[in-house]
C-alpha cells in the first residue's frame, strides 16, 4: 500500500516564477492538505481540498492556489515566487469519513534565489 | 504566534536517560497529534489522543491528554538514539480540520 507521494523531491527556482507540486494522497483517502514548513519551524496550514474543492484556507496570500482531481490527487501552484517562499511543502491525506489523523508525505524542498 | 507552544525547543541528554516534551494551549482541541519528523522528510504520525486524561503507551512512548484537552505531553522512557528527531504536536478542532502545529522540540540522544 503506497503512501503519501509528492513530486518533485527538490526544485530551485528564480524569483518571479511559478511553480506546481503535486501530491498522491495514501490509498483510500480522499482528502488533501497542504503545509508550509520554513527551516527550523512547525509546519503552517495552508489548504484543505475535498471532493475537488477548496475547503479550508490558512493565513496564505492568493498567490498560493491548489488544485484536486478526480483521482484525489493534488497541486499546489504559487506565482510570483518570493525569497521567502522557500521551504519544505508536506502534503497530507486523511480520510474524510474516518478518523482524525493525517498523513504526510516527504516533502518537496523548493529554494527560491 | 503558535497556538501550540511546545518546551522545551531543544534537549540534549545521554542513552538510557528520560526525557518529557510538553505542548500547551490555550484553546481546546478535539485530538491532537503527536509526530516525529527526520531531517529532510516529512512528519510520521506516532500517536493521536482524543479524550480528556487519556493516555496512551507506544513502547518506551507515552502520550497524555490534558483533562481539559488544551495541553499534552510526550515521555521517553530509556532514550535510545534512534529517538533522535524533531518532535511535533498538532492540534485539530474538528476531524478532518486543519492541524495547528507546535514549533517542535528537537532531541538528540546520544550514545
Known amino acids: 500500500d503506497a503512501g503519501v507521494t509528492q513530486s518533485p523531491t527538490h526544485l530551485i527556482k528564480t524569483r518571479g516564477q511559478q511553480v506546481t507540486l503535486r501530491c498522491s494522497p495514501k490509498?483510500?483517502?480522499?482528502?488533501v492538505s497542504w503545509y508550509q514548513q520554513a527551516l527550523g519551524q512547525g509546519p503552517q496550514f495552508i489548504f484543505q481540498y475535498y471532493e475537488e474543492e477548496e475547503r479550508q484556507r490558512g493565513n496564505f496570500p492568493d498567490r498560493f492556489s491548489g488544485h484536486q482531481f478526480p483521482n484525489y490527487s493534488s497541486e499546489l501552484n504559487v506565482n510570483a515566487l518570493l525569497l521567502g517562499d522557500s521551504a519544505l511543502y508536506l502534503c497530507?491525506?486523511?480520510?474524510?469519513?474516518?478518523?482524525?489523523?493525517?498523513?504526510f508525505g516527504p516533502g518537496t524542498r523548493l529554494t527560491v534565489t | 504566534t503558535q497556538l501550540l507552544e511546545q518546551s522545551p525547543q531543544f534537549l540534549s541528554i545521554q542513552e538510557g536517560e528520560n526525557l518529557t516534551v510538553y505542548c500547551n494551549s490555550s484553546?481546546?482541541?478535539?485530538?491532537l497529534q503527536w509526530y516525529r519528523q527526520e531531517p529532510g522528510e516529512g512528519p510520521v504520525l506516532l500517536v493521536t489522543v482524543v479524550t480528556g486524561g487519556e493516555v496512551k503507551k507506544l513502547k518506551r512512548l507515552t502520550f497524555q491528554f490534558g483533562d481539559a484537552r488544551k495541553d499534552s505531553s510526550l515521555h521517553i522512557t530509556a532514550a535510545q538514539p534512534g529517538d533522535t528527531g524533531l518532535y511535533l504536536c498538532a492540534g485539530e478542532r474538528a476531524a478532518g480540520n486543519k492541524l495547528t502545529f507546535g514549533g517542535g522540540t528537537r532531541v538528540l540522544v546520544k550514545p
Open positions: 497530507a491525506s486523511s480520510a474524510q469519513a474516518l478518523s482524525y489523523e493525517q498523513y
Open positions: 490509498s483510500g483517502h480522499d482528502t
Open positions: 484553546s481546546v482541541f478535539s485530538s
